[in-house]
């Protein structure tokens, strides 16, 4: 015998009064009643809809859900009952979507216990078509995945605790820096210095041959001492970038390095506008633009290697570029690794704390390109 079938008025009609259905007469819960085994006893929330979002079927896995017995329930609009306004759209286009003949996909939507509680659902939606290919419903499973999600979030919370943690650390190891670099000027720079002028004076003095050649290899070793702690001091902390600001710092950081290495021509470049940016990312950018160029001198083997400082749009812009031997960038997707993926990471976690972004360019044979986009302050 041939199912009988319902014109979309009298669908409608019908499903104002649920104890008027007849589900046997409906194609879509027609082929729902073949796998009733397997839908009641599946753990996923199983729902049947109409076209117009009717209930058709609703298995135990949903009435324990949502806390609504199938016979109350059916023939009542899905989505005004059970799907946040909020969600609505998301779901009645997906659902129309997948009525329309494109192809399945899945996605998310929360819902509403009856204690008040939100769940969130993984849904995969496909469409019931009757003998002649006429599209009767839609079939939706739905898994839970509260928990994972919830586990997620807190994954995702606690690596964005331990960037900020690692930030901070960083920050506090280059105040810390610029504490010493500071005390390393002030007091074991200026007591040499004195040392060497009281030094001066006694070899102007009368003296013996052997004296005065015992206090000139003292002045030597004076000297190379003072040399030794300037270097030092401009290593641990810039002075120029306390009292001048960070492009002031960057320019001279580049000249020190054109000084240190003979064989690379280090050049430094600015558009010489303003770039207001705060003591905490001034302190930062600086160390890192120091590990980058340290880098270039280390492994790029570059004749030439060049700092571009810009402001674009509201965000300060540092390229950094070398002639150098390259490498493959693909090996920094898996980061940290032992191949120098480490720095990168570092860098990129750092500037993420300060709201910025790494680029980096590069391929063997043709140099490398870095550059670090963070936001400027307000003036």
């Not at 015998?1 to 007469?25: C, F, K, Q, V, W």
């Not at 043709?366 to 936001?375: Q, S």
């Amino acid at each position: 015998m041939e199912a009988p079938t319902y014109s979309s008025d009298e669908l409608s009609r019908r499903n104002h009064d649920p104890e008027e259905i007849n589900t046997a007469g409906c194609g879509a819960c027609e082929i729902a009643q073949r796998f009733t085994s397997l839908i009641e006893a599946g753990p996923s929330v199983i729902v049947c809809l109409s076209p117009d979002y009717r209930i058709l079927e609703f298995n135990r896995a949903a009435v324990r859900l949502y806390g609504r017995q199938r016979a109350s329930v059916l023939g009542q609009d899905y989505i005004q009952l059970f799907v946040p306004k909020a969600h609505q759209k998301l779901v009645v286009d997906n659902i129309k979507r997948i009525l329309d003949g494109f192809p399945t996909r899945s996605f998310e939507n929360p819902v509403q216990t009856p204690d008040g509680e939100q769940r969130v659902l993984l849904w995969s939606i496909s469409r019931i078509l009757d003998v002649a290919g006429v599209p009767t419903g839609v079939i939706a499973v739905g898994q839970d995945i509260t928990e994972r999600q919830q586990a997620d979030e807190a994954l995702i919370e606690q690596q964005r605790q331990l960037r900020t943690l690692a930030s901070e650390l960083a920050l506090a190891g280059q105040r810390e820096r610029r504490r010493i670099a500071i005390g390393l000027h002030d007091q074991v720079g200026q007591a040499l210095a004195m040392a060497k002028l009281k030094l001066r004076a006694v070899l102007n003095s009368d003296l013996s041959a052997n004296t005065r050649r015992s206090l000139m290899e003292s002045q030597a070793l004076l000297d190379q001492s003072i040399q030794a702690t300037r270097s030092l001091t401009f290593q641990l902390s810039s002075a120029v970038l306390r009292e001048l600001g960070l492009e002031a710092a960057l320019q001279q950081l580049v000249e020190w390095f054109d000084a240190e290495h003979k064989d690379t021509r280090f050049v430094f470049e600015t558009d010489n506008q303003a770039k207001p940016v705060s003591e905490e990312k001034d302190l930062m950018i600086y160390d890192i633009a120091r590990e980058l160029l340290f880098n270039a001198t280390k492994y790029a083997q570059a004749r030439t290697v060049s700092l571009t400082v810009e402001c674009v749009n509201g965000h300060l812009h540092i390229f950094i570029q070398d002639d150098g031997v390259g490498f493959d960038t693909t090996r920094l997707k898996d980061a940290p690794s032992a191949e120098g993926g480490v720095g990168y990471f570092s860098i990129r976690e750092r500037l993420n704390y300060l709201g910025g972004e790494l680029d980096v360019e590069s391929s063997i044979g043709h140099g490398t390109r870095t550059t670090l986009i963070v936001p400027c302050d307000e003036p």
